[in-house]
Every structure is written in structure tokens, then in C-alpha cells.
């Protein structure tokens, strides 16, 4: 009889183990899925219990020089900053790693993974470094007006001040220039070169008409090294009198196009093009140069209060990701899969699937911010406050 009480409790006992464990379960998945679909939720257990939220004053800092000019970016995971033609290179500690004199005073530059592209703005002086090298550097006939570099080290370059309306000229990643493209009739505003390096695209305008015309060319890099006469593969021309103002590869050779009222898509291989979004004034800032996304961000008031709502475009799949926060916003920075949008005062940095990553709250104006792979830095007056990732 002792026996049959006993295992009448051992069953009991681990019936209600199970009970337990299947609660357990339960609640873990309930909050999984709060936390996947619920952005609120997600954001307060980001700030909350993963501790994600930094102030001002409490991160690790780069000392600036104030009252001299001192030009600060990023990219991979280091910060620069250029003054009176030192560029030094600072680490995710503060550390200064490495410095490297340019002859430049009036920077223009792009970055893109582990490479940075800088030259003198309307002179004539480039550099391409990667980590603590440059790895190449270079004297353009001409001035420069725009760089762009791709996620390989391909470097393209408008040139202004010559005899034609644009120039562009290619190099690959160890600075051998691959051909010149010359505009006599049109000028350039943007270029980039494919992730695979097989195109370059040349957004132009056409001001001599009645009506500014808007054209993407793309060029086969292969063809132009050794037949530059015939190496236009695809012309796009915009006949809805838009403005073209900036482009951008995605995956799978899709270049996203940016006007002053809309974003279309061209797919280079089946010579297509389809207009994304229409903004007109639906949203006060936009960016197309998120790995195979765009950003839409837009001031929303509703009585006394005011929201800042950003849509995040997936151009694979066409899905739409949201994030929503009270405030105003006053600038948005991109870089790669990371967006930071700045309200003044406080800085949501969220991921390209619009899941907050990090918030920084500041005392002071937040003057500037500038964004690479695993750092950020918020520029200051007198100092550049560090923020990992």
C-alpha cells in the first residue's frame, strides 16, 4: 500500500514538473513574439534589459581642436579625422593606430567596407586607404567633383573644369586607371560601379533643352578597357522630366535611382525600370545607399505631438520595415545596413529590418554624426564621442 501512495506522488510530482515546463514555454514563446512583432516591447527590452541606451559624457572620446577645421568620418571600424593635412585613424577604443599625411585641405570623399576614398574637393589630389595603408594616390587632370568606391576597393571619379561638360574616370582597387568616359553634352552628378565591378552607371543631366532631361548610362567595364566606343550596354532616359540626383547598386546588378520626386529601380541585365515610391512631399528625408534597401523618413504632427515614422524598402523583395518614435527629425545618416536618425538631441540607430540597435541621448546639440560597419561617432565642437556596436 506504501508502495502504490509513493508512486501516486512521483506521478503528481512530475505532472505538475511538466505543467511547469510547458508554461515555461509558453511564456518564452509569447515573448519571442512580442518581441519579434511588437516594436514597442522590442525597444524597451533592447533599452531597458539589454542596456542599450548611452548618454553623453559616458563613452570613450577623440579630442578635436577647437576652432580649427577638422573633418571626421568612418569607415570598417575606424574613425578619421582630418586636420591641416594630417589624416589620423582612431580605433573603437579612442586609440590612435595610425596617421597618414594627404595633401588635402578640402575633403570630398565615399566610403564603402573596409576602404576609404578621399580627394581635395574642386583640386585635383585623390587617395584610396584600407586600414593603416594607402593603398594608392593619384594626381587627376582637371577638378574633382564627386568619388565614389565600391565594396572592392573600384574607384570612380567625376572631373569638372575641362573642355567637356564631365569626365569620369575608373581605377580598379590598386589605383590602375581603366578608361575615361567623356560627356560633351551632358553632366554628370553620380556614378557607381557593381559589386561584381562589371558596370559602371553615370547618372547625367541634360540642361540644353527646354526641359532638364535625366539619363542613366551603364557602361561594361570589360568592353571599355578594350573597346571604349562600343561599351554602352543600357540607356535609361527618365521621360517624366524628373531630376536624378543620386544611384546606388544593389545585389543582383539592380541600381536604385533617386530623383527629386520618386525612386525607380533599374534592372540593368533585363533592361527594365519600375518606379518604387513616389514621395513628392510625403517624407522629409530619403537615402537609397542602404545595402539592397532605401530609407524614407517623414515628420508626422498630430495636435501637440510630432512623430518621426521611417520606412525601411527592401529592393529584393519589395517587404516594408517601420520604426516609429516621438520627436523631430533633424538629419539621417546611413552606411551599409545601419541608419541613425537624429532628432537634436537624441540619436535611434536601427538596423536595415528597423529593429533598434543602440539610442544615444545627449544634454548638448548634436551637431553631426558620422557612421561605419561597427562604430559610430557624434562630432562635437571640441571632441567626437565613440559608440560601438
Not at 584600407?130 to 572592392?152: L, P, Y
Not at 578597357?225 to 531630376?243: C, R
Request: proline fraction near 1%; charge should be neutral.
Amino acid at each position: 500500500m506504501s508502495v502504490l501512495k509513493f508512486s501516486n506522488y512521483n506521478f503528481k510530482n512530475n505532472k505538475n514538473k511538466y505543467y511547469i515546463i510547458a508554461i515555461i514555454i509558453i511564456i518564452v514563446l509569447i515573448l519571442c513574439l512580442l518581441y519579434c512583432f511588437n516594436s514597442n516591447f522590442r525597444n524597451f527590452i533592447t533599452i531597458y534589459v539589454f542596456k542599450k541606451q548611452v548618454y553623453q559624457d559616458n563613452l570613450t572620446t577623440i579630442s578635436l581642436n577647437e576652432g580649427e577645421s577638422s573633418f571626421v568620418y568612418s569607415y570598417d571600424k575606424y574613425i578619421t579625422v582630418l586636420n591641416k593635412n594630417n589624416l589620423s585613424t582612431y580605433n573603437s577604443s579612442g586609440n590612435l593606430v595610425f596617421e597618414n599625411e594627404v595633401n588635402i585641405s578640402s575633403p570630398i570623399y565615399s566610403s564603402n567596407n573596409r576602404f576609404l576614398a578621399i580627394g581635395e574637393k574642386n583640386g585635383n589630389q585623390v587617395y584610396l586607404i584600407s586600414g593603416s595603408n594607402i593603398i594608392w594616390q593619384g594626381t587627376i587632370d582637371g577638378e574633382i567633383s564627386k568619388i565614389n568606391v565600391n565594396n572592392n576597393g573600384y574607384v570612380s571619379i567625376i572631373i569638372s573644369g575641362t573642355s567637356y561638360h564631365s569626365i569620369v574616370v575608373s581605377y580598379d582597387a590598386k589605383g590602375k586607371e581603366l578608361f575615361k568616359t567623356y560627356l560633351s553634352n551632358t553632366t554628370a552628378v553620380d556614378t557607381d560601379i557593381s559589386n561584381d565591378n562589371k558596370y559602371l552607371s553615370i547618372a547625367e543631366i541634360d540642361y540644353s533643352g527646354s526641359l532638364i532631361k535625366s539619363m542613366i548610362k551603364t557602361i561594361s567595364i570589360e568592353k571599355a578597357i578594350s573597346d571604349p566606343t562600343n561599351s554602352v550596354i543600357y540607356t535609361y532616359t527618365d521621360e517624366k522630366n524628373n531630376l536624378i540626383i543620386d544611384i546606388k547598386y544593389q545585389n543582383k546588378n539592380l541600381l536604385s535611382c533617386m530623383y527629386n520626386n520618386s525612386i525607380d529601380l533599374l534592372n540593368i541585365s533585363q533592361e527594365e525600370n519600375s518606379t518604387l515610391i513616389n514621395f513628392e512631399n510625403s517624407c522629409n528625408f530619403c537615402d537609397i545607399n542602404l545595402k539592397n534597401h532605401f530609407v524614407t523618413a517623414a515628420n508626422i504632427s498630430s495636435g501637440f505631438s510630432s512623430k518621426i515614422s521611417i520606412d525601411i524598402y527592401n529592393t529584393q523583395n519589395d517587404s516594408v520595415s517601420n520604426y516609429t518614435f516621438n520627436g523631430t527629425i533633424k538629419s539621417l545618416y546611413v552606411y551599409n545596413e545601419k541608419i541613425a536618425i537624429n532628432t537634436g538631441s537624441e540619436i535611434h540607430f536601427i538596423g536595415s529590418n528597423g529593429w533598434l540597435i543602440k539610442k544615444y541621448s545627449s544634454s548638448n546639440q548634436i551637431n553631426s554624426i558620422t557612421l561605419g560597419d561597427n562604430i559610430a561617432g557624434v562630432v562635437y565642437k571640441d571632441k567626437v564621442e565613440i559608440i560601438q556596436f
